[in-house]
C-alpha cells in the first residue's frame, strides 16, 4: 500500500476494509482512496456502513479486516497524533453551552499545537454576528456551524463532515456550502458523507455510492453510473390540435406522448430542440412547459441503490 505521507498524492487510502457488528458485516471490503485538496463525498441509503467507515477513518471505531491510512498513519494506531490534523464534525456534538461562540473557538484552539486566529475561523463559518453570544442561544444551524469552527479551530489538514447540513434551512445550507468550498480555497481535504444530492452535486469533486456494505460506483457526479452519456430528456405539451405524427423528425430514441406531455429521449439534445422549437414558431403554437434536462445525480442515484433511503428527502432536484 501506497504510504498517504504528507508529500504523496492521497488524503486517504482504503484497501479491502472490513467492519463485523457481531452477525452483521456492516462493511464487506471496501477500497477507496482520496485525493489531497478535494471534496470527497460519501453516498448511500441508512445503513449502507458510511459512519462506519468514518468513524475507522477517525481512529473511534476498529476494524476487523483491511488496511487503511490517513495522511499517511494507520488510525487504528495513531489516534493521537492524527487528532492534530484532522477535524471531526459528528453528527451529534455536545460543547458548554454556557460559554459564547468566540469563547468556545478560543478554548479549542488551546488543544491544539497550532491553531487557526479565532476571529479567522468564526468569519470563515459566517458567525460574526454571533460572535459574543451564548452557544444554547444559537439555532440549530448556527450550532452545527459552531461545530465545524471548532474542528477548523486546529487548522487540519483533512475535516470529515458527516451530514453537515441535515435540518438546515435552504439558506443554511448555501451558506454552508460556501464555508465548505472556503476550505477547499485553503488547501483542505474534505470527507463528506451526505443524504443530500444537490449537496453531492455541488461540492464533490468525487463520490462513492455505498449499498449493502460495498461500494457500488465511483465516479465524478457528472460521471457517475454513465450519467453524461445517457439521452437528454426533452419535454413539452402537445399542442391543441396536433398529433405526436405532426412533429418534426428529429434525432431520438424514443418518442411518445402521455396525457398531452410529449417526451423526447435524444442523445442530441441541441439539434432535437431547435428542430421541434422551429416547427412550432413557423406554426405560431406554443409548447407549454418546453424543457431539456439530463438525467439527475439523484436520479443515477436511485437507480443504482434501487432504492431505497427514505430516511431524508433531499429537498430540491439536482439538476
Ligand atoms: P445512516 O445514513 O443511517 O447514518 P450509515 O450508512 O452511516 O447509515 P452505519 O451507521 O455505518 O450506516 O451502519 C451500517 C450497519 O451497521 C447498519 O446495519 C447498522 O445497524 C449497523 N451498526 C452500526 N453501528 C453498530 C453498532 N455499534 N452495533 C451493531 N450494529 C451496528
Not at 15 to 23: A, M, T, V
Request: proline share 5%.
Amino acid at each position: 500500500m501506497t504510504a498517504t505521507d504528507p508529500h504523496s498524492g492521497l488524503a486517504v487510502e482504503v484497501r479491502d476494509l472490513r467492519k463485523s457488528y457481531g452477525e452483521v458485516e456492516a462493511v464487506r471490503g471496501v477500497s477507496l482512496e482520496v485525493t489531497r485538496g478535494e471534496v470527497f463525498c460519501l453516498l448511500g441509503p441508512n445503513g449502507a456502513g458510511k459512519t462506519t467507515i468514518v468513524e475507522i477513518l477517525e481512529g473511534y471505531r476498529t476494524r476487523t479486516g483491511g488496511e487503511a491510512q490517513v495522511l499517511g498513519l494507520d488510525p487504528a494506531e495513531n489516534r493521537r497524533e492524527l487528532r492534530e490534523r484532522v477535524g471531526i464534525v459528528l453528527q451529534q456534538c455536545g460543547v458548554q453551552s454556557d460559554l459564547t461562540v468566540a469563547e468556545l473557538v478560543e478554548m479549542y484552539g488551546r488543544y491544539h499545537a497550532r491553531s487557526r486566529p479565532v476571529d479567522e475561523v468564526i468569519e470563515l463559518v459566517e458567525l460574526v454576528e454571533k460572535r459574543d453570544v451564548r452557544a444554547k442561544k444559537l439555532s440549530g444551524g448556527q450550532r452545527r456551524r459552531l461545530d465545524l469552527a471548532l474542528a477548523l479551530v486546529g487548522d487540519p489538514d483533512l475535516i470529515f463532515l458527516d451530514e453537515p447540513t441535515t435540518g438546515f434551512d435552504p439558506a443554511a445550507r448555501r451558506q454552508a456550502w460556501s464555508t465548505i468550498q472556503s476550505l477547499c480555497d485553503l488547501g483542505k481535504t474534505v470527507f463528506l458523507t451526505t443524504h443530500y444530492m444537490d449537496e453531492a452535486q455541488h461540492l464533490a469533486s468525487r463520490v462513492a455510492v455505498m449499498n449493502a456494505g460495498q461500494i457500488i460506483a465511483t465516479g465524478r457526479p457528472d460521471e457517475l453510473g454513465g450519467r453524461d452519456l445517457r439521452p437528454a430528456e426533452i419535454r413539452f405539451g402537445l399542442p391543441a390540435g396536433f398529433s405526436l405524427a405532426d412533429l418534426p423528425e428529429v434525432p431520438a430514441q424514443e418518442r411518445s406522448a402521455e396525457d398531452g406531455r410529449v417526451l423526447v429521449l435524444t442523445t442530441e439534445p441541441v439539434p432535437a430542440a431547435q428542430r421541434i422549437t422551429t416547427w412550432a414558431l413557423e406554426r405560431g403554437v406554443e409548447l407549454e412547459r418546453f424543457s431539456v434536462s439530463q438525467p439527475t445525480l439523484e436520479d443515477i442515484y436511485l437507480e443504482l441503490t434501487g432504492s431505497g433511503d427514505h430516511g431524508h428527502e433531499a429537498p430540491e432536484a439536482a439538476r
